[in-house]
């Protein structure tokens, strides 16, 4: 299984970014983004099923961050509007067997290489 994350890139505050992962095949049932700043712990920003449903986010992207599935391109999409400099991190794009979407990196099972968001104040 491969994960290719991209879309990243160095904008102002309040401007928007979308963020891609093209995956290699569907063995999994589940995709999340999870981002880590500089000397701070990877913290999740939001999760989706291919199956369905509601998709979960991070208390502090919810309402500015929409993930979004293209199921007929094995595609999920991260749209980022309104960022703020503490955005600024590697985002990461992750997969999960299990159908149950989860806010815990420790399980999903592939990752991708991530991709720079830098956002200036």
């Known amino acids: 299984v491969q994960l290719q994350a991209s879309g990243g890139g160095l904008v102002q505050a309040g401007d928007s970014l979308r963020l891609s992962c093209g995956t290699s095949?569907?063995?999994?049932?589940?995709m999340g983004w999870f981002r880590q700043a500089p000397g701070k712990e990877r913290e999740f920003v939001a999760a989706?099923?291919?199956?369905?449903?509601?998709?979960i986010y991070g208390d502090s992207v919810k309402g500015r961050f929409t993930i979004s599935r293209d199921n007929a391109k094995n595609a999920v999409y991260l749209q980022m509007n309104n960022l703020k400099p503490e955005d600024t991190a590697v985002y990461y794009c992750?997969?999960?067997?299990?159908?149950?979407?989860?806010?815990?990196?420790?399980?999903?099972?592939?990752w991708g290489q991530g991709t720079q968001v830098t956002v200036s104040s």
């Open positions: 992750a997969a999960r067997r299990a159908t149950v979407l989860s806010r815990y990196s420790i399980s999903y099972n592939f």
């Open positions: 095949g569907r063995t999994f049932n589940s």
């Open positions: 989706i099923s291919w199956a369905g449903g509601s998709p």
